[in-house]
């Protein structure tokens, strides 16, 4: 029986393995044959001026700023020394009223070179000594000249002028996953007009967000999928979720774009996240975006009926997130480190050890017993 189940979760996998190569063989293709190109040159200065004048458009697909400065300046340093022939090229497709979506390229024109011109950037670090810790208004008033130069630099742009929507958004995943890799979040992201981003972006406007650490690059979009399939999964099947890898994730988000989740999916993650934001604001503390999820968890079935009261429970919240992040012992600890048959705990078999201990020792809690000998009872888990 288990051996069959193996053999069905690998064909699974297969499938959908073989689903996402034909994806990325598809584009690929298009890339090469599928679209009608045109190439042309424009300079430096003309290209800002399209920014400005909004002819140059940023897609919501398109991440924000992930370049480091130091990519940002030398590319700038690039033009002033060479020109803009040693930068590569920029990917527009062409859109209603002749503007121009920005379909590859945004880390060098939008994040690198227009605030540059506009002054906003500076030349710390750089290799040529006349340039470094100036911007462009020193370079001015030292060389008009070699501002001019750069300003009157031209860069190769390609225009596609029949690509869709759906295929600019393929075609920017592809580029993107071989030069700055795309996080999981920015994938999700850049599912821009689909049902379910705007349930994921409705979510992530919830307030608990201003309390929990390092998100970056759209990563709390990933956390938030993440709870959508945890609790799709627990209402379809009343069993412990599956932890997904971000692929498959992105995969079976794509299965659901355009499918309206139930209300009551949406309004149970609102009310966890509800109930962990008094948790953070009543307690005055804030939580890293990882350990997060598994408070998540944790809260989510609190509400499903734990018993003791809020008053308990919130406390115990932060006596528990204390334990695993500031102490080397005791029940957090013994939670963290709790191994399973692939070598560390993040399993659906983890999560099942760790909501049933957990609720075990906050019984002990809200029965009145001390958080020291909670610490200890956690051992023998």
């Known amino acids: 029986m288990v051996t069959a189940k193996k053999n069905k979760d690998k064909k699974q996998k297969?499938?959908?393995?073989?689903?996402?190569?034909?994806?990325?063989?598809?584009?690929?293709?298009?890339?090469?044959?599928?679209?009608?190109?045109?190439?042309?040159?424009?300079?430096?200065?003309?290209l800002v001026q399209m920014v400005d004048d909004g002819i140059i458009e940023d897609p919501t697909y398109q991440r924000g700023k992930v370049w480091p400065n130091y990519k940002r300046k030398g590319v700038n340093e690039t033009i002033l020394e060479y020109g803009g022939g040693k930068i590569p090229l920029l990917t527009f497709r062409k859109i209603e009223n002749d503007k121009l979506e920005l379909v590859d390229g945004k880390q060098r024109l939008l994040s690198s070179i227009v605030p540059f011109v506009k002054g906003d950037l500076r030349l710390n670090g750089v290799y040529v000594k006349e340039f470094q810790n100036h911007n462009i208004n020193d370079i001015q008033k030292e060389s008009e000249s070699i501002v001019a130069s750069f300003l009157s630099s031209s860069i190769e742009v390609q225009i596609a002028e029949d690509m869709s929507y759906d295929d600019a958004i393929s075609y920017f995943i592809q580029i993107n996953n071989s030069g700055t890799p795309m996080t999981t979040g920015e994938q999700i992201h850049a599912m821009q007009g689909t049902l379910i981003m705007d349930i994921i972006q409705k979510l992530d406007n919830h307030p608990v967000w201003t309390k929990v650490l390092k998100k970056s690059r759209y990563n709390t979009y990933e956390y938030i999928s993440r709870m959508i399939f945890y609790t799709l999964e627990l209402e379809e099947s009343n069993e412990v979720f599956?932890?997904?890898?971000?692929?498959?994730?992105?995969?079976?988000?794509?299965?659901?774009?355009?499918?309206?989740l139930p209300e009551s999916i949406v309004n149970r993650i609102v009310d966890t996240l509800d109930l962990l934001n008094e948790v953070l604001e009543d307690e005055g503390f804030c939580v890293y975006i990882r350990e997060f999820w598994d408070i998540f968890i944790y809260v989510d079935k609190y509400l499903e009926g734990v018993s003791g009261t809020k008053d308990k429970f919130k406390p115990f919240i932060k006596l528990l997130y204390t334990g695993i992040h500031q102490q080397s012992s005791g029940v957090c600890f013994e939670i963290k480190q709790k191994p399973n048959q692939q070598g560390y705990n993040y399993s659906p078999k983890y999560y099942l050890w760790y909501i049933n201990n957990l609720n075990r020792l906050y019984g002990k809690y809200a029965e009145g017993v001390s958080w020291n000998e909670v610490q200890r009872l956690s051992l023998k888990g």
Request: aromatic residues 8%; positive net charge; glycine residues 4%.
């Open 14 to 46: 297969t499938k959908e393995e073989k689903t996402l190569k034909d994806l990325e063989k598809d584009i690929c293709n298009k890339m090469r044959t599928g679209f009608t190109w045109s190439r042309r040159q424009i300079s430096i200065a003309q």
């Open 242 to 260: 599956n932890v997904y890898s971000s692929k498959k994730l992105i995969n079976k988000l794509e299965g659901i774009a355009d499918y309206s």
